[in-house]
């Protein structure tokens, strides 16, 4: 049985693109201009794989921190702020030391996020309404 898959792989790259307008506005009448599916569809291939790469690396870098945090949040906690404040574990001073502890001890007890509140309110409403909408990027 032939689907309309069939046919829209063999459409030319501006039929493909008003194709696919025609079928998104068929969903809950959005309008996307077909200029944008063209732009996307004409993007390089390598421009594709390197957002590939990017997901792929940014997943490995979140697994290493999940597995990192997991095994011991105080020391992960700790590791951030050392990067933040600039200083490093292996020349740190006794009141630096101790500031890490007191501070670790209020994050704890607050049940405080790694991340800015800020930033955590930026990416949900990035998120929600989009770049554009959002007025984030301004």
Known sequence: MKTHYDDFTKLPMAKMAQEMSDMTFLYKET????????????K??????EESIAINLLNTYYKTLKTLVDENPKWFMQALLCIDMKVKPSTI???????LELTYAKFQEQKAKHIDLEYLE???EIRDTGASESGALK
């Open 31 to 42: 309008r996307v201009p077909t200029k944008h599916y063209k732009e996307l569809l004409s």
């Open 93 to 99: 001073k006794a009141e630096e030391y101790q500031s």
């Open 44 to 49: 390089p291939f390598e421009e594709l794989v």
């Open 122 to 124: 930026l990416y949900k």
